[in-house]
């Protein structure tokens, strides 16, 4: 059986956050961690995966968020594998962008995301913007813009530990 899987990776200058868009049929990668916050969303296919000691099943339009050293893996358990964008979130970006947008971030506490699957079309929508602006490579204040919905959207999915 020949899979088709790719990657289309990129780096914004400025804020330093990844772009990836990826496409994997079948076994698509094994148990592995990041030192960023992931914030991706489905756009075609069932993608599997396990994750907080369950497995998950993230459709088009769901968003997947992951905190830094979540372990999981990935799969496609139907024949037309799965597509997705994802953005990774450096902690030190995300905890300043935060605390300077609001007022409300704590001190001496760690962010995290309430679960790893949100069924959120305003989230949905704002991460596929924010990817958008910053993989083309769009005007600072678009990309800015972009990032701060993103991060407005954002906030009714994390908790502070």
């Not at 949905?124 to 959207?153: G, K, W, Y």
């Amino acid at each position: 059986m020949t899979t088709r899987n790719w990657i289309d990776l990129k780096q914004d200058a400025t804020s330093g956050i990844e772009t990836v868009r990826a496409h994997f049929e079948g076994h698509a990668y094994d148990p592995h961690w990041h030192d960023a916050y992931l914030v991706g969303v489905t756009e075609q296919g069932v993608q599997q995966f396990h994750c907080r000691r369950q497995q998950h099943n993230s459709t088009p339009g769901k968003v997947f968020l992951l905190e830094p050293g979540e372990l999981h893996d990935g799969n496609a358990p139907h024949a037309s594998g799965f597509t997705y964008r994802t953005l990774y979130l450096e902690p030190q970006w995300l905890e300043r962008e935060l605390r300077s947008l609001f007022d409300v971030a704590p001190d001496n506490a760690q962010l995290g995301f309430a679960a790893t699957l949100a069924d959120d079309a305003r989230l949905a929508n704002a991460t596929a913007m924010a990817f958008q602006s910053l993989h083309q490579q769009e005007m600072r204040i678009v990309r800015q813009t972009a990032l701060d919905t993103l991060l407005a959207n954002l906030t009714q999915h994390l908790h502070w530990r």
